[in-house]
């Protein structure tokens, strides 16, 4: 036995001695742990590899992946106004979600399972998804956006496991309905708790980040009634997303009827983060105090760690939304998003470039980097430790003995 199955064996154990339940999704056993989507760069191959391996759920953001790929970065990073800029850059970027998926794979080598994030609000949506089935990813996670057409997208590809990223019964009850007309019900729901997540956050405005609709404890009995309405009753496992820091709390909500649970902020700080060392460090410094909520470039919220950058960009808000009226080339030829409030001059929302704050960040530059973080505690502290750490943490309450 090699030493990578001899891990996924002891966690398996050591959740079952906990307590806690595995789950079965795209025909694999889990470990009732998810690792989030983080973009640009944060979270890809090796992260992914290293969590599918240990026997759980890893996942690659499939936003601008060129970056981790200098040859890659080489070839496009010049472009600007040239006519098919934005063409030649989604290209390289499918290229890179194509080397990390089969990094990821290899990583994993047949354990767990390896999910590509893609959000809807991306203009190369349609191009990622159909790139991840093809490069083998064995589920595709879709939030920022109501994925209604993913099982039209996907139709050729019927292994493939799809799990929509929703908020609230209300969304669930939309999908699940919607996708039932087609003939295909999600795979799996990640139920993201917007007052307790990071990055884009599943709520119209920042005012709503609050409202009692997103509690776990209403949520999910209200969606578990629903499925049973549907008669899909256990055919749908649940994945809470937000606020989780321990075994008590995955065992908290598997008991409400939980398979699983997804952490982003906690995987990012692992040693096998695929960011920067100094990315890792600011997210594990960061305190309550340090974060804010904002109205992202996108138009939804999105909560952050307040840096020097965030900081200027905050004091000059409204006066960037005041001259926000006219329509401009994207700032980084690459036209990211279908919809950008600095791009196509609306003053309702963000007026920076998230591309390119994202990407300085990836580099741990707190002058120019938006580094987005979940609002809970981390498990130990300003630590950079290793994937295992974090699992044994997780399934079996252990902590390394430096902690």
């Not at 990578?4 to 050591?14: D, G, K, P, W, Y």
């Not at 009753?233 to 649970?261: F, H, N, T, W």
């Not at 999105?302 to 965030?310: D, I, K």
Request: with cysteine; proline share 4%.
């Amino acid at each position: 036995m090699d030493e990578h199955n001899s891990i996924a064996q002891q966690l398996a154990l050591m959740a079952q001695q906990s307590g806690l339940k595995t789950w079965t999704l795209a025909g694999a056993v889990l470990l009732p742990v998810v690792q989030g989507g983080m973009g640009v760069g944060v979270s890809a191959g090796r992260l992914a590899g290293t969590v599918a391996g240990q026997g759980g759920v890893g996942t690659i953001s499939s936003v601008d992946l060129r970056r981790l790929h200098p040859d890659l970065m080489a070839q496009t990073e010049h472009l600007d106004k040239e006519p098919d800029a934005g063409a030649r850059i989604n290209a390289a970027n499918l290229v890179a979600l194509d080397r990390e998926i089969q990094k990821a794979k290899t990583i994993a080598n047949g354990r767990g399972l390896v999910a590509v994030n893609i959000m809807k609000a991306l203009t190369s949506y349609e191009d990622c998804v159909r790139q991840a089935v093809e490069s083998g990813a064995d589920a595709l996670v879709v939030g920022a956006g109501l994925p209604l057409d993913l099982p039209d997208l996907t139709a050729h590809h019927p292994r493939v496991a799809l799990i929509p990223i929703l908020s609230d019964a209300r969304g669930v009850q939309l999908v699940v309905k919607k996708w039932a007309k087609k003939g295909r019900l999600p795979d799996a729901i990640v139920l993201e708790h917007p007052r307790l997540a990071g990055g884009h956050l599943g709520a119209a405005k920042v005012a709503d980040l609050q409202d009692e609709r997103f509690n776990f404890e209403i949520a999910v009995p209200q969606i578990l009634s629903f499925f049973q309405t549907m008669g899909i009753e256990g055919k749908i496992p649940l994945i809470a997303a937000g606020g989780i820091y321990c075994r008590e709390d995955i065992a908290r909500l598997q008991s409400m009827g939980v398979a699983a649970v997804q952490l982003g902020t906690a995987f990012a700080v692992t040693q096998e983060c695929d960011a920067d060392l100094a990315f890792k460090q600011v997210l594990a410094r960061a305190k309550p105090s340090d974060l804010v909520e904002f109205v992202s470039v996108a138009g939804l919220p999105a909560r952050a760690v307040r840096t020097p950058w965030l900081d200027k960009y905050l004091r000059l808000e409204e006066k960037l939304k005041g001259v926000a009226h006219v329509k401009k080339k994207c700032n980084m030829s690459f036209d990211c998003l279908t919809h950008c409030g600095l791009r196509d001059g609306n003053a309702d929302v963000g007026q920076f470039c998230i591309d390119q704050q994202l990407g300085h960040a990836l580099k741990g530059e707190l002058d120019k980097g938006l580094f987005f973080r979940g609002a809970g505690r981390l498990p130990f502290g300003e630590d950079i430790l290793p994937v295992k750490a974090l699992m044994d943490w997780l399934l079996g309450g252990l902590r390394p003995m430096a902690i």
